[in-house]
């Protein structure tokens, strides 16, 4: 089983609805993150979190929402989906020994919004 | 602020060594990573630096030079199945967090 899981994996919504990704991991780390990805601008900071309490905005978190409901389980919100909110949604932890690692990522949520 | 540039895309050939280069300018420095992302995977990481000098991990090696704000992945007899994204990331010394450079783009040919 991964580490961090995503779901779901793919998803396609209308534009104007809710929906919630969600991300649980198995690692014990504190630090939790959310990260889209677009075609020639990288991988770009949503929201993180470094515990339960402890929810910060990222470069762009405009749009979107999150909920740290637990240590192992981090969701991300929009609450009204737009087509420029099209991209790949990537869930990561770190802490602990990992902190040399960086970072260990899900295997990502692909969103299209029509 | 962060400002992390990598070429967009290169290409060698199977057998061959390759040299990504990064340069960043960062409001705060804590360690340089290399990531490997195949296309539509998750990234998976393969190299830290956090002082200057050489890191040697098999095939793969990085590069630091704090001074002047530059790293770079030497890929040695490459293969095939190299060919992926290298995102080159920068770890800030305040809230620790990642931000990553657009990524390079490289196809192995054969």
């Known amino acids: 089983d991964a580490d961090v899981t995503q779901t779901p994996r793919n998803r396609i919504t209308k534009t104007g609805k809710r929906i919630m990704l969600e991300c649980s991991q198995t690692?014990?780390?504190?630090?939790m993150y959310w990260y889209r990805q677009d075609p020639g601008l990288g991988l770009r900071l949503i929201y993180y979190?470094?515990?339960?309490?402890?929810?910060n905005k990222g470069e762009i978190s405009d749009g979107y929402s999150v909920s740290r409901q637990a240590q192992a389980k981090f969701s991300l919100s929009l609450e009204s989906a737009i087509p420029n909110q099209t991209a790949l949604y990537f869930c990561?932890?770190?802490?602990?020994?990992?902190?040399?690692?960086?970072?260990?990522f899900g295997q990502g949520t692909r969103l299209t919004v029509v | 602020g962060q400002n992390i540039d990598q070429p967009t895309e290169m290409t060698a050939t199977e057998g061959a060594i390759v040299q990504i280069n990064c340069t960043y300018q960062?409001?705060?420095?804590?360690?340089l990573f290399w990531y490997q992302q195949h296309a539509g995977e998750a990234p998976t990481f393969l190299s830290y630096?956090?002082?200057?000098g050489l890191e040697e991990k098999g095939r793969f090696s990085s590069f630091l030079s704090r001074s002047k704000g530059y790293s770079y992945l030497l890929l040695k007899e490459l293969q095939m199945k190299d060919s992926a994204s290298y995102l080159c990331?920068?770890?800030?010394?305040?809230?620790?967090?990642?931000?990553f450079g657009t990524g390079t783009r490289l196809t192995v040919i054969p």
């Open positions: 990561a932890t770190s802490g602990g020994e990992g902190l040399a690692v960086g970072a260990f």
């Open positions: 690692k014990g780390h504190d630090r």
């Open positions: 979190s470094f515990d339960v309490k402890d929810i």
């Open positions: 630096n956090v002082l200057d």
């Open positions: 960062t409001s705060g420095f804590n360690g």
């Open positions: 990331a920068v770890r800030d010394a305040g809230a620790n967090n990642l931000f």
